[in-house]
């Protein structure tokens, strides 16, 4: 059976119990575009500084995670959809054309074969945005045109950011104009490394003012940053400045998004929300590939941050393969069996 789902040992829709679960049909859903952006505040370096991480403690409470968090059966396709919902869908080749980013544009409108969705209970999905480079951004509106899916531009010089900055400041500027609803920035490392961190806030809160109505999320390329005292310090500061996301990676560097650098960022949004009543979204990006990984991340957020931060306003994935391992799961719940890859194509 090549396009159709095999009857023999299919599954029942997913439940609602799951769906629940998974952060479906919550009234926190409903009010998911309610909440007030993180406008920032002054800078408070006696708070920022005063930040630290315990690393064995934050590498032991990472540790148990995979083997104490596992979903089985409906609860484990109702989070896999979840997490598709939290997708941005990225494309940042070199070899980037216009026809890759529509079949990727039309990907995220469909992001699962429908019989399957309709196997599940579900009528549609999409993936909760699409990210470019700026040159790609007029392609990626026009094929999403219709659509709530938001387009995503990487900016200010990506992935190292050592552009001049009034460059890095006009390449924003250029990206909202072109129609990206959502700025990836990506900070200066030195900042952080030298400590100097009333650079990196000037810096934050002009990137922020430049974006106007589009969010900004800030890229910490954390495996660049040393220590994960210098990740959490660089997290609140950021927050201060106006960021309405924290990202870990650009998904160039050596080491991409891990559980410990994951912890540290997740608590300091919740340090941050519990002293200044503003939500930061948060977005692990780089090398999040298979389907257990994100259950495991999700896990992780629901229980330090709750189910509010299980909506696409304040979680995304940045991923592109990530998808591609999340269908052949859900395939397999509901036929029972594994598909090739081939048969679940990204763009």
Known sequence: MDSQIAEDGAQPPVTPAAKASAGHATPAADTAHALPRNPGIALDLDWALGVEANTSAIERRCASLPGRRSVKKDY???????AISLIDLTTLAGDDTEARVRRLCAKARQPVRQEILTALGFESLTTGAVCVYHDMIPAAV?????????VAAVSTGFPAGLSPFHLRVEEIRESVRAGAKEIDIVISRRHVLSGNWQALYDEMKAFRATCGDAHVKAILATGELGTLRNVARASMICMMAGADFIKTSTGKEGVNATLPVSLVMIRAIRDYYERTGFHVGYKPAGGISK???????????KEELGNRWLQPDLFRFGASSLLGDIERQLEHHVTGAYSAGYRHPMA
């Open 76 to 82: 484990q396709a109702a989070w896999l959809l979840k």
């Open 142 to 150: 026009r094929a999403l045109e219709g659509t709530d899916i938001p």
């Open 291 to 301: 389907a257990k990984d994100a259950l495991v991340y999700l896990s992780l957020l």
